[in-house]
């Protein structure tokens, strides 16, 4: 590889294959996969869903679904609850899409119903445990009040109820992901019956990507909407969601100084690059990447007892244990597998297949 | 404030003030600001620095150093160590301008002065208990061998020896900050001594912000290079480099969910705007930035109690224990301090002053 910078490599065979097994599993449970785009922000990665047939596709961020509207996709949910300071922006989007928000406030339910001249969808989020977003799903009165307001304005459609169960980043291993996703499911599931009883046919949409890889009961389940699955990465490995060698991006960062006597390497690849999120591994390390070698333009397994343990602005300090530690030169480039994918990819803006394929990301702020 | 999403919110007047007592405190001492850019990464604010009579600057990579070569700067030290697989853009960069560079590794030096057409400044970066890049202040051997390969090559010019002492970011007061210092100074005092008797006439360039806000003793410090100062943040507040009212950057963010039965509020405002650094205060929580309110126009102490406890890639949940939190409801705006600004302006790169003047940065990747 000639490269001089940090780059966000994209390994598209591993890519593909991640889509494809998400694809085959909605197809096989007969769930609607409306993948969380946040996670490539590509309007190239995207059209590999489109091809697959994926037809709506979830967002973080009101920029992000204009930036796909903009793109021909017209079935968007903005996973995120509504902002009632962007009326304006949501208005916009709803004239010309099918749009879905989370409405999970009563009186920005109110405000909502006022301030839209043309058609949403509302999905109301339900905290089963995470305890970050949304209405407890014990909480049946704010549940209640909120499907009151949303079926009494004209302009509010009822499509359901969204949970994000994040608990599950916790979990270690899949029995751990099944239990969280067992009790989430069946709240969710007790929700959707209470309001059937009372006359109101409810779909029920799940985004997690530990649960969405792993689960294979998606009882009432109408959505999923993962979307780190198209990359994984490190976090994902722990968690039990995937494998190593399902982690299709590494950033490849040029090695400018080794210390031998400290079993250290410093390369240039920082929390510019990376962002920061880390990992405590079983040892109790604080772990910002795994380290990789090149090999024929493609990336290996882990270098055992290699890892990212501090990141600066633009600096990566690695620990290598082993001997190994000797081959590695200044000029040298090495790879490193990525906490989270998300935030890595949200920093570089672009990605280079191993083919020499550069795909560009949407832009920061556009 | 007419906002409806994370905007990154500059008090040009704090700004201002900030460099005025960085230029202050360098005049009073004789020693040279050369600036460290990777903070702002702003045309505009480069040029608040240049009337102020900046005109050596500190860029931590070459992409930054490419950007303010085209803007017309002409003396520029990128701060990292020199990467061997850019001698292109190294030679490219020193035929225009007057380059000065970072080299710590013996081999490196070796290939540099075969690989550099164009005159070049060479620094080495001296440990002096950071721990991350540079050659040990003690490791005489290799200083010396630098030195040596340096003074030989024809196109590599000595210039001296840089230290960025960021163990200061250890430090809690001016105390700890003085006596981390006072140990480095008296270390790089002692290589130039050495250097001296051979004959060898060399700066000491020094870089943390936490001493060249603090500090007066710059004896034989030629240039002082602080990056941070000109906005400051949470964690110098907390290590002691400046007051709370000095931080210049606060990041704008909507209220979208309020939770006063767990006290939490949560906003749109998360990894993707503030990055994920964080401090540990002193009763042990972990804090992702620091609340205020806006009045007036301008933004207020931090509110007690309050500070950002979790963020995801668009959340932030903050805790606020006060009675206050009953004030706040969904569609208010409220402002984090960040906890390390460079990471937040480099996210959001672009600045809305109090005034409502855009400043743009330089484009990511750009």
């Known amino acids: 590889m000639n490269l001089f910078s940090p780059t966000l490599l994209l390994d598209k065979a591993r890519c593909l294959r991640n889509l494809d097994r998400m694809v085959d599993r909605a197809a096989r449970h007969s769930v609607t996969l409306a993948p969380h785009f946040k996670t490539h922000q590509a309007l190239e990665i995207a059209k590999w869903g489109k091809t697959r047939g994926v037809r709506e596709i979830t967002v973080s961020s009101i920029e992000m679904a204009y930036h796909f509207v903009s793109m021909g996709w017209e079935s968007i949910t ?8 962007a009326f304006f922006q949501l208005n916009e989007l709803a004239r010309k899409v099918s749009l879905n928000v989370f409405v999970n406030d009563v009186e920005v339910a109110k405000a909502l119903g006022k301030g839209m001249r043309y058609p949403v969808n509302c999905l109301i989020e339900v905290d ?4 970050r977003t949304g209405v407890l799903a014990s909480d049946t009165e704010t549940l209640e009040a909120l499907v009151q307001i949303i079926s009494d304005a004209p302009n509010l459609n009822l499509l359901g109820f969204y949970t994000h169960p994040g608990h599950t980043y916790a979990a270690r291993g899949v029995a751990e992901i099944s239990s969280i996703y067992r009790d989430t499911l069946a709240k969710l599931q007790q ?5 059937a009883a009372k006359g109101h046919d409810v779909q029920l949409r799940l985004g997690d990507t530990p649960s969405c890889s792993t689960q294979d009961d998606f009882s009432d389940i109408s959505h999923i909407t993962p979307g780190n699955f198209i990359f994984y990465d490190v976090m994902q490995v722990q968690i039990g969601s ?4 399902d982690i299709a991006v590494a950033l490849a960062v040029p090695v400018v100084e080794t210390h031998p006597s400290r079993h250290e390497i410093i390369v240039h690849g920082g929390a ?12 109790g390390h604080r772990i910002f990447g795994w380290i990789v070698r090149f090999i024929d333009g493609k990336w290996g397994t882990p270098v055992a007892g290699a890892y990212v343990k501090a990141i600066s602005q633009e600096h990566g300090t690695i620990t290598w244990e082993g001997d190994s530690l000797q081959e590695v030169k200044p000029g040298d480039l090495l790879g490193i597998l990525p906490i989270h994918s998300c935030l890595t990819a949200d920093l570089m803006q672009e990605y280079l297949t191993l083919d020499g394929e550069v795909i560009r990301m949407r832009g920061r702020n556009g």
């Open 242 to 245: 995937c494998e190593v060698d």
């Open 128 to 131: 089963t445990g995470y305890g």
């Open 191 to 195: 929700v959707k019956a209470h309001f």
């Open 272 to 283: 510019v690059h990376l962002s920061k999120d880390a990992i405590i591994d079983e040892n």
């Open 78 to 85: 903005i996973a995120f609850p509504v902002n009632i300071l």
